[in-house]
């Protein structure tokens, strides 16, 4: 069977952003007084933000309420140190989108984040356009590792998890990949402490997916 879809997820995936939220948060934790090591926030990755704070506020130990740590945090990315998606977005991500695309695939983000953060992080990059299916996981009311929000945009891409490929970077999101049945692939990063061994298979970056999907659709050997 043919691979009809692939579904990604944002951060880590499409653009160096774990890296940057993973010091910037630690940065912020600093001046509140947080004496923890940078460790500790690995648990952070792949969570929405809902949950980023209830992680944040016991990390504190109850020091902070959940929304004084929200408008810290906000106001931190939003007027001091904000993302230029652009900037820190991995290599030819557009193109190999784009070579998707050219080739029948569906495609679908599926992220984490809020709705509002993903669709101004896909624009920056120029890429809001190549998705067939965009959504968050704060839709849903099980997130990662759940497998609710890639059962969502199989179902909206009328497509079966035997026909799709879920590109995944956090421990949370193989899960959730591999929890939806479908081919979990996973894009290599071992600075953060993310488990990704559970993934069918660990890649360099897109470039070596999109050419896995084209030995997979032309029926060529995989291990070439």
């Not at 948060?25 to 949950?51: E, K």
């Not at 099980?142 to 590109?167: F, N």
Request: negative net charge.
């Amino acid at each position: 069977m043919k691979i009809e879809a692939i579904l990604f997820d944002m951060d880590g995936v499409l653009m160096d952003s774990e890296y940057y939220y993973h010091f910037g948060t630690f940065n912020w934790m600093r001046r509140l007084g947080f004496t923890g090591d940078h460790s500790q926030l690995n648990q952070l990755i792949g969570t929405t933000m809902a949950t980023t704070y209830v992680m944040l506020y016991e990390l504190f130990g109850g020091k902070y309420s959940k929304e004084e740590l929200t408008r810290v945090n906000e106001e931190y990315f939003e007027k001091e140190d904000p993302l230029d998606c652009k900037k820190i977005m991995f290599a030819n991500v557009k193109e190999c989108l784009i070579s998707f695309k050219k080739m029948g695939l569906k495609l679908a983000l599926c992220s984490a984040s809020p709705m509002k953060t993903i669709m101004d992080d896909l624009r920056q990059m120029e890429i809001d356009n190549l998705f067939d299916c965009i959504t968050s996981g704060e839709n849903f009311e099980r997130s990662k590792p759940d497998p609710q929000i890639y059962l969502y945009a199989m179902e909206k891409l009328h497509v079966t998890s035997s026909q799709c490929i879920v590109y995944e970077d956090s421990t949370i999101g193989i899960a959730a990949g591999k929890a939806s049945k479908a081919l979990c692939i996973a894009r290599a990063d071992d600075r953060f402490g993310q488990d990704q061994s559970q993934a069918d298979l660990i890649i360099k970056d897109i470039n070596e997916l999109l050419e896995y999907v084209r030995k997979w659709n032309d029926g060529r050997d995989l291990s070439d």
